[in-house]
């Protein structure tokens, strides 16, 4: 049996809501700020202790994120929310500073080819310019988490090895990083490759968080999240209504969805701090800012024990 294989007795989970970031960015119309720090706040209200609010990127990459300074200037922050924002270069990074940032996240693709679409440039040269981000972080007191995008696959070139996961792994953590984010860009995630991503970073970088940050493209996000719950992984990413995606990868679709997630886990006898009905009623509040239907599930049969009225049914005799 793989080490660290059996691991049910985590009995608190820390949930990212990456919808703000990784949902808006996947979206061809742009939403109005206003709504955006509307949702930002209700998700504060929700309980998320940590939401990726924006990315302070080229507005020309990503446009629908411009806007990040004005969110970040206008929500209602409090002590218990950490706000991060995806951060690219050194003229990010400032512009993070600027807006008070409470966390910055860099990202980098494992493969190549994906880095070279996402962010134009090497892995090697995207690894060197983190030294700048984290030059001005460090004179900031902003903690910086890393992401690693297409961590489970890459759809320009296949498999990713975890051996390269956990040598990248092991740079963040000499750059001083809290963590690294796994990401699963287009959904290649198996339970068999989480299982041996994590292993294999585990083994290379000792005492070095993980996050996971998966995909629903092939339908099987929640099996990959039982792995990593098995693996004792304790934090995730995940997006209101199943949205997300990113623009620079083909056939990308929705991250797990939050909804679906913190069902999950409460069910389970997991805390998250989180509550659910709150987190439904903005899903449905995104959709209607959005105006088309998302994937979420739970946002629509709502909770488990859910009891309807016999009357409003129809019965099978004689229909
Ligand atoms: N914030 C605002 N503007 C920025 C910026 C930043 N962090 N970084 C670069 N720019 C501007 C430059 O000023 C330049 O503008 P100009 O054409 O008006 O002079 C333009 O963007 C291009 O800058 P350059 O330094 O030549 O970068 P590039 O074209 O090689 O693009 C990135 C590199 C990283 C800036 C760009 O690819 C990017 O922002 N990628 C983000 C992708 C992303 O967020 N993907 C989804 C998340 S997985
Ligand atoms: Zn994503």
Do not use: W
Request: charged share 20%; with cysteine.
């Amino acid at each position: 049996m793989p080490k660290g294989d059996i691991n049910m007795n985590i009995k608190k989970v820390k949930v990212t809501e990456v919808g703000p970031r990784d949902g808006f960015q996947s979206e061809k119309t742009i939403l109005n700020t206003n709504d955006k720090i509307d949702v930002i706040n209700n998700l504060i209200d929700a309980g998320f202790p940590r939401i990726e609010v924006s990315s302070f990127v080229s507005p020309k990459a990503i446009p629908q994120l411009a806007d990040a300074a004005t969110i970040l200037e206008n929500v209602k922050r409090n002590h218990e929310t950490t706000l991060a924002a995806l951060v690219p270069n050194a003229r990010g990074a400032l512009r993070a500073v600027d807006a008070k940032l409470d966390e910055i996240v860099v990202f980098l693709s494992a493969s190549e080819s994906h880095n070279k679409k996402n962010v134009n440039r090497s892995v090697k040269d995207s690894l060197l310019g983190f030294k700048e981000i984290a030059d001005i972080a460090g004179k900031n007191n902003i903690p910086i988490q890393g992401d690693i995008a297409t961590a489970f696959g890459c759809p320009f070139e296949g498999n990713v090895s975890a051996k390269r996961l956990a040598k990248i792994s092991k740079e963040y953590k000499m750059m001083g990083f809290k963590g690294v984010t796994l990401g699963d860009t287009t959904g290649m995630a198996t339970p068999t490759v989480v299982t041996e991503a994590v292993n294999a970073i585990r083994d290379m970088v000792p005492d070095f968080d993980i996050t996971l940050h998966f995909h629903n493209t092939r339908g099987i996000g929640f099996a990959n999240v039982m792995t990593g719950l098995n693996l004792g992984i304790t934090d995730y990413e995940s997006c209101f209504g199943g949205m997300g995606g990113c623009p620079f990868a083909p056939n990308a679709t929705g991250n797990i969805c939050s909804e679906d997630l913190i069902y999950l886990l409460h069910e389970m006898g997991i805390e998250t701090g989180i509550n659910l009905d709150q987190l439904i009623n903005i899903a449905k509040k995104v959709e209607n800012l959005v105006g088309h239907r998302l994937p979420g599930q739970v946002m629509r049969a709502g909770p488990r024990l859910l009891k309807y009225s016999m009357q409003d049914v129809p019965t099978a005799i004689g229909a």
